[in-house]
């Protein structure tokens, strides 16, 4: 069992985490990157996030994007929604949803009736393409981390040492699979400033200078950049980690 991080300022929780591996105490302020001054821009006191807003661009819409990038909750939810449906569509969800329950508190979604959420995320416009399945999806990661994580997304990488670690915690997360999980491990990384060791191993080919997922996407130039990319992988039959696929007609 690893001992918790250090905190600049400790405001621990004393729940008791169902993962071994956890201590089931989290403090704020426990990454050395954090600055005070942002936390003030922001009208957040001190000591009261643990990272740093990112350099995600995905959206379009700077509300939407500020929220990925300083709320882990809804970097999960947006990955996890970024499947059959535009990037933009996927990572609005988080957005979409704070503004619908007035918050994005994991452990409030937990608690609430499976079929009442899902009939938030199916108001038009609906958060996704098929907005029951991915709503009942999104409530089974907000139970995973109440249960897990405090109901703070952060706080499942904020005493992570080790990529693989990072990794595997995010397999364990309903409907992170192999894919979507080495891309999350690659944002973290590449616009969260989150570098545990060996990172790169755990993020595989997402880890490179190819501009082949949200993971390389911070502005418009380079969301450009990243479509067209997958349009060459798709003329050349081969997926985002290079591997052949057959044609499909």
């Known amino acids: 069992m690893r ?7 400790p405001t621990p929780s004393t729940r008791t985490s169902s993962d ?8 704020a302020g426990t990454y050395p990157h954090e ?19 990112g350099t995600l661009y995905i959206t379009g819409d700077a509300t939407a994007d500020g929220l990925l990038n300083t709320d882990g909750t809804a970097l999960l939810i947006g990955m996890l929604l970024d499947q059959q449906v535009p990037m933009e569509w996927a990572f609005t969800g988080p957005a979409t949803l704070r503004d619908r329950l007035g ?8 608690a609430m009736d499976v079929e009442e959420f899902v009939a938030v995320c199916a108001v038009k416009p609906a958060i996704h393409r098929f907005p029951a399945a991915m709503g009942r999806r999104i409530h089974e990661v907000c139970t995973a981390l109440a ?13 992570v040492t080790t990529g693989g670690a990072l990794y595997e915690r995010l397999r364990a997360l309903p409907g992170y699979g192999e894919e979507k999980s080495r891309i999350f491990v690659a944002i973290l990384a590449k616009t969260q400033g989150v570098t545990p060791d060996g990172w790169q191993e755990a993020a595989g080919k997402f880890s490179d200078d190819n501009p082949r997922s949200v993971a390389d996407v911070h502005d418009p130039a380079s969301l450009a950049r990243v479509r067209e990319w997958k349009k060459t992988q798709k003329a050349a039959q081969r997926d985002k980690q290079d591997r ?3 044609a499909t007609f």
């Open 147 to 159: 249960d897990d994580y405090d109901g703070n997304g952060a706080n499942l990488w904020a005493e």
């Open 20 to 27: 071994p591996t956890r201590t089931g105490v989290f403090r």
């Open 244 to 246: 052949p696929v057959s």
């Open 3 to 9: 001992s918790p991080a250090t905190a600049s300022t």
């Open 103 to 110: 918050h994005l508190d994991a452990s409030k979604i937990a």
């Open 35 to 53: 600055t005070l001054g942002w936390r003030q821009t922001l009208g957040w006191p001190a000591g009261t996030v643990t990272r740093m807003p």
